[in-house]
Structure formats: structure tokens, C-alpha cells
């Protein structure tokens, strides 16, 4: 301990997880995940016929329109300088250099433009949100009947149509960008929403980079790995969602699993409806026997995926407490397994730390930093719980210099609460650290919430939306 109460006694920095981009070249790494598509290109290279070459882009667009959306296309084989966030982002050198294969449009049949009249039936209607919706279902199913004609759509969402994006009434759940996919994701048709900033954004580097490793990893591209993960690990990300139903009648509760490999890239996920919960101040919780039966999915789903093998290692985040039944009930379907680490990650907490500079001279006082504290720092509080700042200064990825993605601002920590499992907190920690950069659908450094937590967030709101859900593993791609 210490008698100075501007230093924080037991904690420790964990160094920048690195990302691998080859499944053989074990030198091909990287901290920053474009420096790595740079100079190794992409993970998916080195496994044999798993991209398309070209990438196709079908398309849909407003009514004279289609021509903005086939020049985006051709903007991404071209080159761009970054002229904003200069410490990170790097200039963009083209789709086919980056990633080594080509994208290119569709041909004319999977070119659709809107009725020129949509414009006037959005802006006259009640209820816009459904006109837009039915419109662009149709869109869809007419798509579906070329389906092996593409692999990505575009669909250009302009701001003037902004009235129908999302429901008036608070009793109508209803956001459109969650519902394309939703009705694409059981058609196994991945989209790519362009919206008008995407086509007049300033810095072109910028859209390039988050718009075609979206659509890479959307054609079933990995642009990356984890490098240095545990072997024989399973971390999966438990979130439910509430559905809205008419009165009188049951909520559902859908429960969302996520099941990533040790290498963070396993992106599938189970999904289904249940009335087995009890809510407890508006938070679902599972019955013993329903969290058995999403765990026993999950581990299906590993086994199918590695040749039948138990993971050593379960990890399972979770975004509230763990109840005794949902512990009992994970317990109950990895038995077999050697380890099982139960991690509620709490994302709002009042915690802050401010990093101090040491003193310039003798006798003189520490002063506040210019910048915040590392990211990685890590401060157990007691036996089962600790602070992990997964934001933070991170001079690892830019040259040693230092570097705070958010810009500005005090970043606050993640509140992990261990309610199984043993151990160190630096397993755990590093591996959330990790999984924090394992988000394909932006060009950032990293994200605030591990994937598993990120993905469960997005799958919860999106899945409840779902018109259908059927029983079967979903890939996370049909819902970037």
C-alpha cells in the first residue's frame, strides 16, 4: 500500500494485444489494424477459395440515383489520403491492393432504383416509416430472385427520407436500419446501408477504410485475428431483448449466445424465444434449466465448429449479475469442460482515473496529465471484481507517441465482477482487452465494450425485430 493518495496501489498496465493477418506466417502481426492490412493484407488470404474475386455489389437507390452508388463502388479501387486523424489513420491505397481481390457492380439486373413517386408517398403519409418499409421489402424479394448473380447490396438511404428511418409513436417499436436486417439476415443476404455521408464525407480515406472492411468481412472475408489468445478457449456473449407484443399477451425474451473461437473470429450466434425468465427491476434473467439449454447450444455450436472438441476454457460475458440458476444452469451444460469463467461486465460505473506526470524536478509537485491513463490499466478492488479501462492513452499503436482515439474527455473504466471461475484477473483481462478489437464494421482502433458484449448489444436489438426466428446459427455478418 501506499501513503500517497494520488497513486493507486495494486494495479498494472497490459501491454496492446496484437492482431494476426495470416493463418500460417505467425510474423504476420500488427497492433494497428490498418498498418496490418497494409502491409500483410487481409487474414482470408491464406485460406484457400473463401473470398469471391470480384466481390459483386448489387444495389438499391433512389429513383436516379444508382449512378451515385457505382461511382462508390469504383471510388473503393481507387486511392484516397487520410486528412483527419492523422496519428492513426493512414492513407487508403484501394480495395484490390488492401485486400487482394476486386469489387465491382453487379450487372443490371441486380441494379434496382426506386419508384420516383416514393419521395412524395413518404412525405404525404401518416405512418412514412411503413410506406419505406414495404417499399424496400419488395426491393428486396425482387433482389432474392438474382441472388446468385451478387454477394453484397447497397442500399442508399438519403437523409430526405429520414421521416421514415424510424416509427413517431413511442408505443411503435420500429427502426428502420434494424429492420432491412432483420428481413435480409434469414434470406442470407448481407446489405451495406450507404446513407448520404458515406457519398459526402470529407475525408475520403476515412469511408473507404470503414466501408470496405465492412464489405469485405459482409462477402465472408476475415480481415484479421486475435494473435496471442489462450488455446482451446470459448468466449461467448449472453444478451436478451424484450419484444413488444399487444396487450394482454406475454412479453418474449430472446436470448442472443454468441459463440467466438480462441481467435476471436468465430462469428456465429443462436438466438431464440423463450417465456422462461423472471424480470427483476426490468432485467430478464434465465430459469436454470433455459440457461442450460443456451449453453448446451453453445456448445453444439463449438463442437461443430472444432471437429467435436470441449473448449478448455469458457468464458461468458454477460451484461448483468449472473443469478444463482444462470450460474447453476452454465455449470450444468460445461461440466465437462476444465474451466468456466462467468464475467458480468458492467459498462456504466462512477469510476475515473486521471493520469499524473511525475515531477520535472526535485521538491516540485506531479501535475495532471495532457493526456488520460493507459489503455490496459487494470485495478482489482477485491477478490472478484475489477476496473479495466478499455479506453484510454495508447502509444503502443501510433510510434510511441501518445494517442487518445475519443479525443477528449476523462474515459471511464469497465466494472468486471467475476461470479464463477478463479484465478488472476490478467487472463481475463487481456482478453477482453483483445476481444475490444475484434469490431469489423469501422476502421477504429478499438471499441469500448469487448465483441462479445458489442455483437450481443446489436444481435439483441436486431434479432427482437425479427419477423421470424428459426432455429439454426446465424453469422453475425447478416447483421453489421
Not at 217 to 225: E, Q
Not at 265 to 271: D, P, T
Not at 417 to 426: L, V, Y
Request: proline residues 6%; contains cysteine.
Amino acid at each position: 500500500m501506499t501513503n500517497d493518495p494520488r497513486r493507486i496501489a495494486l494495479h498494472k498496465h497490459i501491454s496492446e494485444p496484437k492482431l494476426s493477418f495470416h493463418p500460417e506466417r505467425s510474423e504476420d502481426v500488427a497492433i494497428h489494424p490498418l498498418k496490418g492490412l497494409l502491409n500483410f493484407g487481409p487474414y482470408s488470404q491464406g485460406l484457400a477459395n473463401f473470398i469471391p474475386n470480384p466481390i459483386r455489389i448489387a444495389s438499391i437507390s433512389p429513383a436516379g440515383n444508382a449512378r451515385a452508388l457505382k461511382d462508390l463502388i469504383s471510388e473503393l479501387e481507387s486511392s484516397s489520403q487520410a486528412n483527419e486523424r492523422r496519428q492513426y489513420l493512414v492513407d487508403f491505397l484501394g480495395f484490390s491492393r488492401i485486400f487482394r481481390t476486386r469489387i465491382v457492380p453487379a450487372g443490371a439486373s441486380s441494379t434496382l432504383e426506386m419508384d420516383s413517386a416514393l419521395d412524395s408517398e413518404i412525405f404525404n403519409s401518416e405512418r412514412p416509416h411503413v410506406v419505406l418499409a414495404e417499399k424496400l421489402s419488395r426491393a428486396i424479394t425482387t433482389l432474392q430472385t438474382h441472388r446468385s448473380d451478387f454477394d453484397v447490396v447497397f442500399i442508399y438511404l438519403p437523409a430526405r427520407w429520414a421521416a421514415g428511418f424510424k416509427s413517431s409513436s413511442d408505443e411503435e417499436d420500429f427502426d428502420l436500419h434494424d429492420y432491412l436486417k432483420a428481413i435480409t439476415a434469414n434470406r442470407a443476404m448481407p446489405i451495406q446501408v450507404i446513407t448520404d455521408n458515406a457519398l459526402n464525407y470529407s475525408c475520403r480515406a476515412s469511408v473507404m477504410w470503414r466501408l470496405s472492411i465492412a464489405t469485405y468481412c459482409k462477402a465472408g472475408g476475415i480481415p484479421w485475428k486475435l494473435a496471442d489468445v489462450r488455446p482451446d478457449s470459448a468466449y461467448i456473449g449472453l444478451s436478451y431483448a424484450i419484444k413488444k407484443v399487444p396487450a394482454g399477451k406475454p412479453r418474449f425474451v430472446t436470448c442472443c449466445s454468441q459463440v467466438f473461437d480462441e481467435d476471436g473470429a468465430g462469428l456465429e450466434f443462436l438466438a431464440y424465444e423463450t417465456n422462461d425468465v423472471h424480470e427483476d427491476n426490468e432485467n430478464p434473467f434465465l430459469s436454470r434449466t433455459e440457461m442450460r439449454r443456451v449453453m448446451a447450444r453453445s456448445l453444439s455450436l463449438y463442437q461443430r465448429r472444432h471437429g467435436g472438441r470441449i473448449p478448455k476454457q469458457i468464458v461468458i460475458h454477460k451484461a448483468f449479475p449472473f443469478t444463482k440458476d444462470e450460474i447453476e444452469g452454465s455449470f450444468d451444460a460445461w461440466r465437462s469442460s476444465e474451466g468456466l469463467q462467468l464475467i458480468h461486465v458492467q459498462a456504466d460505473t462512477g469510476w475515473r482515473g486521471i493520469s499524473f506526470d511525475a515531477p520535472r524536478a526535485q521538491g516540485q509537485q506531479s501535475s495532471p496529465s495532457a493526456y488520460p491513463c493507459l489503455r490496459g490499466t487494470l485495478v482489482q478492488l477485491d477478490g472478484r471484481s475489477a476496473l479495466l479501462w478499455t479506453q484510454g492513452n495508447t502509444p503502443e499503436a501510433v510510434g510511441g507517441q501518445n494517442y487518445f482515439k475519443e479525443g477528449k474527455g476523462i474515459p471511464r473504466p469497465i466494472l468486471l465482477r467475476r461470479h464463477a471461475g478463479h484465478g488472476t484477473w490478467d487472463e481475463d483481462a487481456r482478453a477482453i482487452l483483445a476481444l475490444s478489437k475484434m469490431n469489423w464494421n469501422h476502421d477504429g482502433l478499438y471499441d469500448f465494450l469487448p465483441v462479445t458484449m458489442g455483437y450481443a448489444e446489436v444481435l439483441a436489438r436486431t434479432v427482437k425485430r425479427m419477423p421470424e426466428l428459426q432455429a439454426k446459427p446465424y453469422e453475425f455478418r447478416f447483421f453489421m
